[in-house]
T-cell receptor, first 116, second 113 residues
Framework: DSGVTQTPKHLITATGQRVTLRCSPRSGDLSVYWYQQSLDQGLQFLIQYYNGEERAKGNILERFSAQQFPDLHSELNLSSLELGDSALYFC???????????????FGQGTRLTVV | AQSVTQLGSHVSVSEGALVLLRCNYSSSVPPYLFWYVQYPNQGLQLLLKYTSAATLVKGINGFEAEFKKSETSFHLTKPSAHMSDAAEYFCAVSMNRDDKIIFGKGTRLHILP
């Protein structure tokens, strides 16, 4: 058990809908990362938050958004869903380096999103 | 921008044989390097990490990796493969100014009986 909790584990929804994925980081971790894993794209970095602030942005679509709350949990919102958004979405957390260098990230079990 | 390249999307080795999974990185500054493993229907688990201390890094489950700056490589090895090592392995890098962790495309390791 990595200590990172993601809910729900599975989600099936229709095209055009909006879903919210939730992540609770390990106790004490300030950084939260979101990744999308699909067969054709591999493990793609979406976005990172550090202590409530956006730290880095990757290949995140405009239809997707995220935030990190004061209690450090994070949510990834996916809207106007398309078939191609079907994937495994991982959340990871890390302590967040004070010198700008990160430490290792601990991953949750993922949310499998199926868009039909 | 930093990146990692994993050579070989699939690698097959016999049980008891040497495991060698290759990873090359691209970076303008000394990086942090990681190897993660993903078992079916599970999240990623850290195997080992390089943080500019010893160049030979020992990880869990008998795996180790050597950082070679001259070759910009961080290959993962295990002397003797076990059936339970069958999984997907990801090499990853993170940088100084930018904390995001970038993953390679992964190498699926198959263990032959």
């Amino acid at each position: 058990d990595s200590g990172v909790t993601q809910t729900p584990k599975h989600l099936i929804t229709a095209t055009g809908q909006r879903v919210t994925l939730r992540c609770s980081p390990r106790s004490g971790d300030l950084s939260v990362y979101w990744y999308q894993q699909s067969l054709d794209q591999g493990l793609q970095f979406l976005i990172q938050y550090y202590n409530g602030e956006e730290r880095a942005k990757g290949n995140i679509l405009e239809r997707f958004s995220a935030q990190q709350f004061p209690d450090l949990h994070s949510e990834l919102n996916l809207s106007s869903l398309e078939l191609g958004d079907s994937a495994l979405y991982f959340c990871a957390s890390s302590v967040g380096g004070t010198d700008g260098r990160t430490t290792e990230a601990f991953f949750g079990q993922g949310t499998r999103l199926t868009v039909v | 921008a930093q990146s990692v390249t994993q050579l070989g999307s699939h690698v097959s080795v016999s049980e008891g044989a040497l495991v060698l999974l290759r990873c090359n990185y691209s970076s303008s500054v000394p990086p942090y390097l990681f190897w993660y493993v993903q078992y079916p229907n599970q999240g990623l688990q850290l195997l080992l990490k390089y943080t500019s201390a010893a160049t030979l890094v020992k990880g869990i489950n008998g795996f180790e990796a050597e950082f070679k700056k001259s070759e910009t490589s961080f290959h993962l090895t295990k002397p003797s493969a076990h059936m339970s090592d069958a999984a997907e392995y990801f090499c990853a890098v993170s940088m100084n100014r930018d904390d995001k962790i970038i993953f390679g495309k992964g190498t699926r390791l198959h263990i032959l009986p």
